[in-house]
Structure formats: C-alpha cells, structure tokens
C-alpha cells in the first residue's frame, strides 16, 4: 500500500471515531476533510457539505432550544441559536473534537494556523457527511452531546436579566409548577406608582420586591426568589443566573 494511501486510511479511520460512525461512503467523509484550496474544483471540496451541514447543526440546535424552554419567546430562543451555531463556537468544537489535524489542505495553507472560518467549515461539513451516510438521528445523537452544553451556558448568560422568564423555566422543569406573582402593596401617586410584588411558588413565599412599575416589580421579586434558590451568583455586580440542567 502506497504510504499516501496509508496516510489517507489513517486520516479516515480517526473522523470516524470522532464522529462514532463508519461509514458506508468513505469518499464522502473524505470530501467532508477537503478543503478548496487542495482542489482544482470546488465541487470536489467540502463546501457543499458545509450547506447541508449548517442546516443539520441549525435544526437540532432549534429543536432542542424549543424542548428545553417552552417559556422563552422566539427572539429569545433566536438569541441562543446564534451563540451555539456561530463560526466561533463551530471552530471551537472542531478544535476540541480534534478535526483540524485531520483536514486536507492546499500547499499554501499546510503549517499556518487555520482561520476559525475553516475550522467551522470543517465541523459543518462533516455534519452534512455524517447527515447523509447515517440519517439525521444519527448526526442528531453526534451533535447533542456536543452543543446542550452550549445551549445551556448560552440561556444562562444570555437571558439572566429576564429573570421571569428563568424562573418560570425552572419552576416547570424541576418543579412541576408555576410562579404566580401578587401585588401586596402599591404607593405614590396615580401617575408615579410604586408596587410591591411577590412571588408564590409550589405554597412557598418568596421575599417581597418593589418595583417602579408592576413589570419591574415582578423582576425583582422573580430575582429575589432565584437567590432564595441558589439559582443566580452575584460576581463583580453582575448577576449571573446558574440554571441545572432540564431533567
């Protein structure tokens, strides 16, 4: 066997143990490895497969973003989606899975350090591989060990001044309940109000809060009851909401 065809088998063998399948179309896993600038047709590189895997990786990251918070809105769930699906977060995965050794490149391009486009392109392209030669349960399995922790840290920083919305997330998935909110008090005149609000869940009674407006009001009594929880870190005067994951 020619040393460059070992070389090739060896480069193989390691995706699909990265990507736990084997595949039935090696040539496609190799053209996931292959990037433009080691071809004379780009048809013959993995830009095609970086389409298809972008959408693959988008799909489960959508989905299980809507699973996982039924409470959040769609600008919010939008929000999480771009962190997780970004180039960045793609070129980080594809470093720490150990895909960038593996990646077949122009002369030019051999011994630099590659651009975190590449790297993403890279994860993508072996999605859209993986998508095609195993079916989307297969990629789905792949991906959902890799990107729930993602999408976990992105609601957590992300939306921690919505802390309704946090609260009424923890309160569904680990309590079976609801949080509802009652005005105790209110004060000042009509037009410059005052509201003191608290939150009730599962027969517990949370601290009571005030707030310039009935919304405002609510925030702070939510944030009030996630620190009663242990839910939320105070860090440098920044609140940062520390969510356990869905059960």
């Known amino acids: 066997m020619a040393p460059q065809q070992a070389m090739s088998d060896t480069r193989l063998h390691t995706a699909q143990a990265i990507l736990g399948h084997v595949f039935t179309d090696a040539a496609m896993l190799d053209m996931a490895l292959t990037h433009a600038s080691n071809t004379e047709n780009g048809l013959a590189s993995n830009e095609r497969l970086e389409f298809l895997g972008d ?3 988008g799909m489960v990251v959508c989905e299980q973003v809507y699973r996982r918070f039924p409470m959040l ?17 793609c070129a980080k995965i594809a470093r720490e899975i150990g895909l960038e050794p593996l ?19 890279a994860f993508e392209s072996v999605i859209g591989a993986l998508y095609l030669d195993a ?98 870190e105070d860090l440098q005067g920044e609140v940062r909401v520390v969510m356990p994951a869905a059960k």
């Open 55 to 57: 959408a693959v990786l």
């Open 73 to 89: 809105r769609e600008g919010e769930m939008t929000k999480i989606k771009s962190v997780v699906v970004s180039r960045e977060t």
């Open 103 to 121: 990646l077949i490149l122009g002369k030019g391009m051999q011994g630099a350090e590659l651009p975190a486009s590449l790297s993403a392109c």
């Open 135 to 232: 079916g989307f349960d297969r990629a789905k399995s792949f991906l959902i060990a890799l990107v729930d922790p993602l999408i976990e840290r992105a609601a957590a920083s992300g939306h921690q001044q919505n802390f309704k919305s946090v609260l009424q997330q923890y309160a569904q998935h680990h309590m079976n309940a609801t949080p509802l909110y009652r005005v105790l008090d209110e004060k000042g005149p009509d037009h410059s109000k005052c509201f003191k609000i608290v939150v009730e869940l599962s027969g517990r009674r949370f601290e009571p809060c005030w707030g310039a407006t009935k919304k405002k009001g609510e925030q702070e009594a939510a944030l009030a009851a996630l620190r009663e929880l242990g839910l939320v």
